[in-house]
């Protein structure tokens, strides 16, 4: 079954540490990407990577870093930096970034990580 | 003031009803509409693309533009207690560019029995 799976489903995390969200497809899409979903907030966009080894800040990467070293994965780690990390994390791919229909393809999204920071 | 503004309910209705579900967007460049449906605890799920101005319908889904207004509405047709989810607006500019998708905040629909 191709899709996007996220690891873990929910998270716990003290102040100060590093946590690090999994993200992983099989669908071979070239273009994967981070939101941060909040109750009363629209979807917003951390980073996207539209091709491997290069990835792109959305608009609000402070306090994120990810990396793009294959295809398949596109990990997000959450740093201390980060001022209020609690929050619905999804992850998401398509052919391409740019583009619609068939050429580039819907959005898939996987089911999300919760992260808590106690 | 939001770029997209969607009242995020709770709107609850007995099933069989016919719901609308709105959206109001501020800019005139927005051109790419789309309507994602989103289980609790799950991602959102693409329901309807429509470019541009007009109807697009898909079973018993319909949405509707109105970019004169800039107002964009979903309507369910014979509402089922398995269309009870959330309902994202999102919307583009750009070519259909993904990373330049602007969403709604989401409506919660309750389809009672």
């Known amino acids: 079954d191709g899709g996007i799976t996220q690891s873990p489903k929910y998270l716990f995390r003290k102040e100060g540490q590093n946590v690090t969200l999994s993200c992983e497809q099989n669908?071979?899409?070239?273009?994967m990407y981070w939101y941060r979903q909040d109750p009363g907030q629209g979807l917003r966009l951390i980073y996207y990577?539209?091709?491997?080894?290069?990835?792109q800040k959305g608009d609000i990467a402070e306090g994120y870093s990810v990396s793009r070293e294959k295809k398949e994965s596109f990990p997000l780690t959450v740093t201390s930096a980060q001022k209020n990390p609690t929050a619905f994390y999804l992850c998401?791919?398509?052919?391409?970034?740019?583009?619609?229909?068939?050429?580039?393809?819907?959005?898939?999204f996987g089911e999300g990580s919760r992260l808590t920071v106690l | 003031q939001k770029e997209v503004e969607q009242d995020p309910g709770p709107l609850s209705v007995p099933e069989g009803a016919i719901v609308s579900l709105n959206c109001t967007y501020s800019?005139?460049?927005?051109?790419?509409f789309m309507w994602y449906r989103q289980y609790s605890r799950k991602g959102p799920e693409l329901l309807m693309y429509?470019?541009?101005?007009g109807n697009k319908e898909d079973g018993r889904f319909t949405a509707q533009v109105d970019k004169s207004s800039k107002y964009i509405s979903l309507f369910i047709r014979d509402s089922q207690p398995s269309d009870s989810a959330t309902y994202l607006c999102?919307?583009?500019?750009?070519?259909?560019?993904?990373?330049?998708?602007?969403f709604g905040t989401g409506t919660r629909l309750q389809v009672t029995l």
């Open positions: 998401a791919s398509r052919w391409a970034d740019r583009g619609m229909g068939a050429g580039a393809g819907e959005l898939f």
């Open positions: 999102a919307m583009s500019a750009v070519a259909g560019t993904a990373s330049k998708l602007t």
């Open positions: 429509t470019y541009s101005s």
């Open positions: 669908l071979n899409h070239d273009a």
């Open positions: 990577s539209q091709i491997v080894n290069d990835f």
């Open positions: 800019n005139s460049a927005f051109q790419y």
